[in-house]
């Protein structure tokens, strides 16, 4: 303990005084043993004291403690004394177990959930019905055109949440699906909200519903849902019933 004889406490020595030279509730013994520091508190720098990581004080990782040797216990990018003092599982790389470990919704590591981060102790952060992990696919945090983005209820502000899109919750575009990415799944220049809601009824899968040969957006000219007094109707083949399809009568389509 005093190894160099000079019969004062360095600090690179143990104290030849006290059983626990570091005061961290781990004997200077047991803490050489276990290859934690017996003269630093925190050996791995995680914001824990050794001893309260080994919470039996055995000098063994065990179920239940994080590891006083490594700052980030279960590798999730979060140091154990964030997550001990914050709302996260230092023995578990994804709290709520949404797909995306907790170090990656809590992007900047401070153990508190922000606006521009995902929840990491919420299944689904903007409760639209799709997991944080199943919209963003890529796992990384960011979120890119090609995903649905965890933190905004309806993607593409058509009016729809993204779980109502992706009905079966399984993260892909299926053909009985409108798509949660884009406003307009069949880009007939409706919205699919006017479509599915709107007095017109169009189908927002196909983008002539009524099959005269002028898409929807043509006729529902103002993408309403509602049949306005200059518009051909989109749901009808043949708007004023006279015998002949609009398609026929509007030969141009303008």
Same mark, same amino acid.
């Given at each position: 303990?005093?190894?160099?004889?000079?019969?004062?406490?360095?600090?690179?020595?143990?104290?030849?005084?006290?059983?626990?030279?570091?005061?961290?509730?781990?004997?200077?013994?047991?803490?050489?043993?276990?290859?934690?520091?017996?003269?630093?508190?925190?050996?791995?720098?995680?914001?824990?004291?050794?001893?309260?990581?080994?919470?039996?004080?055995?000098?063994?990782?065990?179920?239940?403690?994080?590891?006083?040797?490594?700052?980030?216990?279960?590798?999730?990018?979060?140091?154990?004394?964030?997550?001990?003092?914050?709302? &996260?599982? =230092? %023995?578990?790389?994804?709290? *709520?177990? $949404?797909? !995306?470990?907790?170090?990656? @919704? #809590?992007? +900047?590591?401070? /153990?508190?959930?922000?606006?521009?981060?995902?929840?990491?102790?919420?299944?689904?952060?903007?409760?639209?019905?799709?997991?944080?992990?199943?919209?963003?696919?890529?796992?990384?945090?960011?979120?890119?055109?090609?995903? &649905?983005? =965890? %933190?905004?209820?309806?993607? *593409?502000? $058509?009016? !729809?949440?993204?779980?109502? @899109? #992706?009905? +079966?919750?399984? /993260?892909?575009?299926?053909?009985?699906?409108?798509?949660?990415?884009?406003?307009?799944?069949?880009?007939?220049?409706?919205?699919?909200?006017?479509?599915?809601?709107?007095?017109?009824?169009?189908?927002?899968?196909?983008?002539?519903?009524?099959?005269?040969?002028?898409? *929807?957006?043509?006729?529902?000219?103002?993408?309403?849902?509602?049949?306005?007094?200059?518009?051909?109707?989109?749901?009808?083949?043949?708007?004023?019933?006279?015998?002949?399809?609009?398609?026929?009568?509007?030969?141009?389509?303008?």
């Amino acid at each position: 303990e005093d190894r160099n004889l000079d019969g004062q406490v360095d600090s690179d020595e143990t104290d030849p005084t006290a059983a626990d030279s570091d005061g961290d509730g781990l004997d200077d013994a047991l803490e050489i043993a276990s290859a934690t520091s017996p003269i630093h508190e925190d050996t791995d720098g995680d914001g824990l004291k050794d001893g309260q990581e080994d919470l039996n004080l055995n000098g063994q990782m065990e179920p239940g403690e994080t590891d006083p040797r490594s700052p980030d216990t279960d590798e999730d990018g979060l140091l154990d004394g964030t997550e001990v003092h914050g709302p &996260t599982d =230092p %023995r578990l790389p994804d709290t *709520d177990g $949404d797909g !995306l470990t907790d170090g990656i @919704e #809590d992007a +900047n590591g401070n /153990g508190i959930y922000e606006d521009s981060e995902t929840d990491p102790i919420r299944l689904d952060t903007d409760g639209d019905g799709l997991r944080d992990g199943l919209e963003d696919t890529d796992h990384n945090g960011r979120w890119s055109p090609d995903e &649905t983005d =965890p %933190r905004r209820m309806d993607t *593409d502000e $058509d009016g !729809l949440a993204d779980g109502t @899109e #992706d009905a +079966n919750a399984n /993260g892909l575009k299926d053909p009985s699906e409108t798509d949660p990415r884009t406003s307009d799944s069949d880009g007939d220049g409706v919205s699919d909200r006017a479509e599915l809601w709107g007095e017109n009824q169009t189908d927002p899968l196909n983008p002539d519903s009524d099959g005269d040969g002028i898409i *929807d957006g043509l006729e529902d000219r103002d993408g309403d849902g509602r049949r306005s007094a200059n518009e051909t109707h989109p749901a009808r083949e043949d708007t004023d019933e006279d015998g002949l399809s609009d398609g026929i009568e509007d030969q141009n389509h303008d």
